[in-house]
């Protein structure tokens, strides 16, 4: 477990707090972090839990009040670690004793330790109490965790670098997580010990689907399969030498992350994807719309707990597309407003090297708080792509189909495709393709340009919207290209 975390927990012991809301998914891991605060501080650690009382007597059992009725008891130094605590501390008759009692813990040295996932304090104790969160296991405990595996089962020590290289692969899984995927991937390696790291991984995984608003994404994109948005490019690769010491030390922070807007279907996912690849981090996908899919679990909770995995996988990049249906979905209603509120002083206020890209299609739709400075670096507008754009697009999708762009009059078909978006050119290389197999022949430039004449443009379903769109950003955000004029050709003068 995290030095600081049980630093941090002792000084509130030391500094006499009388209650403590400690949040985590893992009750053994917060109840060993307990146990270590209480060797240091001289204080029992007495446990609590609705069904059994106070262990080893029972005493205490079946609510808050008889709890507390308990607690006066026990005249010792003490911590109470109360167990699922959420689940009782709206008992109105058991709070009122528990604030009757504040005094005396103080003057016995006691603590009231709330465990839980997501501890929501009634506001009449809310002054009250100190809280803390208990992070996911970093680098060093987990490999501690894997070390003691080993031991226990009386083999050889593990290669120092497969086992870093395990370590690696499981963060962002809890501490039992990564013991069981551990011992799994061991059992299943056998003697090729090398596959472990993978296996591992696999695991993790495997557990991240249990997290609904997280998914793992393996990129293989990389920014030279992005055709176009220079501007963009460029920026990105500026920042990717600002997550080092030598940046810390020359004073420059963490980069926070972008805002990609603009028209659909213009690279925006794709460009989230392949920054992940180039810079060699782990890409997490957030699905706000998922936090709120599942009325029997507290959206707010399920985002906390997404927000943990990509901080214990940090520096990592977090991608969050069409961001603003995640909004429209939680609506106005109270645990929205406090979701999206906890959610949006995460982004201003972390220290995690978590870079976050943002897209979103409908401007309108986001809230004015997301659009300030401060939550990200840069807000880019993404518009159709310019001719020479188009170019360099067909010329990508023509060399992942095993096709010479040099074969193929590219300056001719991309003024051809004047109003086409990029996944629109990628469909137009695609349709190409199946008409030539279908004819039993190979790829002709006349396959390219019949399939561009037969596309219809989102651009004439969308036009009103896209103008708007491009009106919006003109003064607000910054071109992703440098060939600003496709904007300027449909912008009313």
Not at 223 to 241: F, H
Request: glycine share 8%; hydrophobic share 45%.
């Amino acid at each position: 477990m995290s030095k600081d975390q049980v630093e941090e927990l002792g000084l509130l012991v030391r500094a006499g707090w009388r209650v403590v809301a400690l949040e985590s998914f893992e009750e053994e891991r917060a109840l060993r972090v307990l146990g270590k605060v209480g060797a240091a501080t001289k204080r029992a650690v007495r446990t609590w839990s609705r069904s059994a009382g106070f262990e080893p007597d029972g005493k205490g059992a079946g609510s808050l009040d008889a709890c507390v009725q308990a607690m006066a008891a026990v005249e010792e130094p003490a911590l109470f670690a109360l167990l699922d605590a959420q689940s009782v501390i709206g008992d109105a008759g058991g709070l009122r004793r528990l604030r009757d009692r504040l005094a005396e813990l103080g003057k016995r040295k006691q603590m009231v330790v709330l465990i839980g996932p997501l501890l929501e304090v009634p506001l009449e104790l809310e002054r009250e109490v100190g809280r803390l969160q208990l992070a996911l296991p970093g680098a060093p405990e987990l490999r501690g965790l894997f070390e003691k595996v080993v031991e226990s089962a009386g083999r050889e020590a593990l290669d120092g670098n497969l086992l870093d290289a395990c370590v690696r692969a499981a963060l962002g899984l809890t501490g039992s997580e990564a013991v069981r995927a551990f011992r799994k991937a061991w059992l299943a390696a056998g003697r090729a010990g090398s596959e472990m790291p993978g296996l591992v991984a696999r695991e993790k995984r495997l557990a991240l689907h249990r997290t609904p608003a997280l998914s793992f994404h393996e990129a293989q994109e990389t920014l030279g399969d992005v055709g176009g948005l220079g501007e963009l490019k460029a920026w990105l690769r500026q920042r990717r030498q600002a997550f080092g010491d030598e940046a810390r030390s020359f004073g420059l922070p963490a980069p926070r992350g972008l805002l990609l807007l603009g028209v659909q279907g213009c690279g925006k996912s794709l460009c989230a994807k392949a920054v992940a690849r180039e810079w060699q981090f782990p890409l997490l996908r957030a699905d706000l719309a998922a936090a709120f899919g599942d009325p029997s679990r507290s959206p707010e909770l399920v985002m906390r707990e997404a927000v943990a995995v990509a901080e214990s996988l940090a520096p990592a990049v977090l991608w969050i597309d069409e961001i603003e249906k995640g909004f429209a979905v939680g609506g106005a209603e109270a645990r929205a407003t406090r979701t999206f509120g906890s959610f949006l002083t995460w982004m201003s206020e972390k220290r995690a090297p978590v870079f976050v890209v943002a897209t979103a299609n409908d401007v309108t739709a986001l809230p004015p708080e997301l659009l300030r400075r401060g939550r990200f670096d840069e807000l880019f507008f993404v518009d159709l792509p310019s001719a020479a754009e188009r170019m360099e697009i067909l010329a990508i999708h023509l060399r992942k189909n095993r096709r010479d762009p040099l074969q193929f009059p590219l300056e001719a078909l991309a003024g051809q495709a004047e109003r086409l978006s990029g996944a629109e050119l990628e469909q137009v290389v695609s349709a190409a393709l199946y008409k030539a197999f279908a004819a039993g022949r190979d790829l002709a430039e006349a396959d390219l340009a019949d399939a561009i004449q037969e596309t219809v443009p989102l651009y004439e379903t969308y036009e009103e919207r896209i103008k708007e769109l491009r009106n919006w950003a003109r003064h607000r955000a910054r071109a992703a290209s440098l060939d600003g004029r496709m904007a300027d050709l449909f912008t009313p003068s």
